[in-house]
């Protein structure tokens, strides 16, 4: 069983940046797809951008395209999430998982979860 544990959300004015990270526990952390999910109060969990085992195909809601980029250093087993000019509207708590199986965008494709990271961007 793989842990996930993210670091690295915080309060930040609109416009601003954040790095989120994922770290990794298990061997088989380099051999799976990797997402990053948010969920806003009163909301359902969405999909916010995926990354293949290798890093060479990425995946980006429309929301946070061109704002946001996902990267994976395997030899750290750890994933990070560049969340740049943020927006109010982008406050949300911020899991990363590990893909099982199925499409990417969809939580219940991913079967480990890490605790969540909270984004508050302020106005």
């Known amino acids: 069983q793989v842990q996930l544990v993210e670091s690295g959300g915080g309060l930040v004015q609109a416009g601003g940046s954040l790095r989120l990270s994922c770290a990794a526990s298990?061997?088989?952390?380099?051999?799976?797809?990797m997402g990053w999910f948010r969920q806003a109060p009163g909301k359902e969990r969405e999909f916010v951008a995926a990354i293949s085992w290798n890093g060479g195909n990425t995946y980006y809601a429309d929301s946070v395209k061109g704002r946001f980029t996902i990267s994976r250093d395997n030899a750290k087993n750890t994933v990070y999430l560049q969340v740049n000019s943020l927006k109010p509207e982008d406050t949300a708590v911020y899991y990363c998982?590990?893909?099982?199986?199925?499409?990417?965008?969809?939580?219940?494709?991913?079967?480990?979860w890490g605790q969540g990271t909270q984004v508050t961007v302020s106005s």
């Open positions: 298990g061997r088989t952390f380099s051999s799976h797809v």
């Open positions: 998982a590990l893909h099982y199986s199925g499409g990417v965008y969809y939580p219940s494709s991913f079967s480990s």
